[in-house]
């Protein structure tokens, strides 16, 4: 019998990978924001003035846009080879840890 191939894309490697996409996606935007406090704090302590940019439609930051859209495309490709990362070791290798199998 020929092997099976592993390189498949199914629905749910497609889903896994999607979710791994958007988890990056949303840390990229979580580390965007804890930058954004940081240096808001930062000027405040100095007694500097604010000035808030438009970054996107809803988003006003007093960082650039560059930097939002660098994590952000940051996270999605993190995310993107988290998933298939993660999908390999545990469908593919079906290495889980040892703390929940039974001896």
Avoid at 69 to 84: D, H
Wanted: glycine letters at 8%; zero cysteines.
């Amino acid at each position: 019998m020929p092997k099976k191939k592993t390189n498949e894309w199914s629905l749910k490697k497609v889903i896994y990978v999607l979710l791994a996409i958007s988890l990056g996606k949303l840390l990229g935007f979580l580390a965007f924001e804890m930058l954004s406090l940081k240096f808001i704090g930062i000027l405040e302590k100095r007694g500097l003035p604010v000035e808030f940019d438009q970054v996107f439609w809803f988003l006003y930051s007093p960082l650039p846009a560059y930097l939002y859209w660098t994590l952000i495309y940051a996270g999605v490709i993190g995310g993107f080879f988290l998933g298939l990362k993660w999908w390999r070791i545990v469908y593919v290798e079906h290495r889980h840890w040892k703390k929940w199998k039974r001896s």
